[in-house]
T-cell receptor, first 114, second 116 residues
Framework: AQSVSQHNHHVILSEAASLELGCNYS??????LFWYVQYPGQHLQLLLKYFSGDPLVKGIKGFEAEFIKSKFSFNLRKPSVQWSDTAEYFC????????????FGTGTKLQVIP | GAVVSQHPSRVICKSGTSVKIECRSL??????MFWYRQFPKQSLMLMAT?????????EQGVEKDKFLINHASLTLSTLTVTSAHPEDSSFYIC????????????FGPGTRLLVL
């Protein structure tokens, strides 16, 4: 079964700082990878996803993530964060092909200080 | 588009009673809906997968007789917590996958259950 690790539980950044949130997964086969975001008081929303093709995926609001197969990683990045990026971010992985459940990481709370 | 609603958003009940939570896809058809439980400072734990017109598939360790799931239509799935106990207090989140969609799930806002 696949598992997902998010090493940073709580990150505090100043506005305009660069962001990188780590995500590592364990599964040897083809995977689909996701980053979801949960803004305060709101429900989970898809930020970006990787199914195949270019391993550098661009999502909404200036976020991007890079799939590095050899490292089993799918780190989320943003060059310059804003106060409005304050939220909790969840990495998720699904074993590719047919029906498989999506496994979520424990989440990273990002706090951006104005 | 792709909005999922849950009702109620919060519920407080007495121990021993049953609580029903509804999950609706408002502007799309969802052949598959998922029910998650989220504990404080922990990840979303998949409880069960609900397919329209068939029995739900429960994850290991989830009691199907306690957490009854019904997916009667392409836009509605319900989770009933039967004979609720205080340890069932949690945040329950549903998600829906577009019929024929590429694995993307759309999440509801969650339901906070408190069992006294």
């Amino acid at each position: 079964a696949q598992s997902v690790s998010q090493h940073n539980h709580h990150v505090i950044l100043s506005e305009a700082a660069s962001l990188e949130l780590g995500c590592n997964y364990s599964y040897g086969g083809t995977v689909n990878l996701f980053w979801y975001v949960q803004y305060p008081g709101q429900h989970l929303q898809l930020l970006l996803k990787y199914f195949s093709g270019d391993p550098l995926v661009k999502g909404i609001k200036g976020f991007e993530a890079e799939f590095i197969k050899s490292k089993f990683s799918f780190n989320l990045r943003k060059p310059s964060v804003q106060w409005s990026d304050t939220a909790e971010y969840f990495c998720a992985v699904k074993a590719g092909g047919g029906y498989q459940k999506v496994t979520f990481g424990t989440g990273t709370k990002l706090q951006v200080i104005p | 588009g792709a909005v999922v609603s849950q009702h109620p958003s919060r519920v407080i009940c007495k121990s021993g009673t049953s609580v029903k939570i509804e999950c609706r896809s408002l502007d799309f058809q969802a052949t598959t809906m998922f029910w998650y439980r989220q504990f404080p400072k922990q990840s979303l734990m998949l409880m069960a997968t609900s397919n329209e017109g068939s029995k739900a598939t429960y994850e290991q360790g989830v009691e199907k007789d306690k957490f009854l799931i019904n997916h009667a239509s392409l836009t509605l799935s319900t989770l009933t917590v039967t004979s609720a106990h205080p340890e069932d207090s949690s945040f329950y989140i549903c998600s829906a996958r577009l019929a024929g969609g590429l694995e993307t799930q759309y999440f509801g806002p969650g339901t906070r259950l408190l069992v006294l």
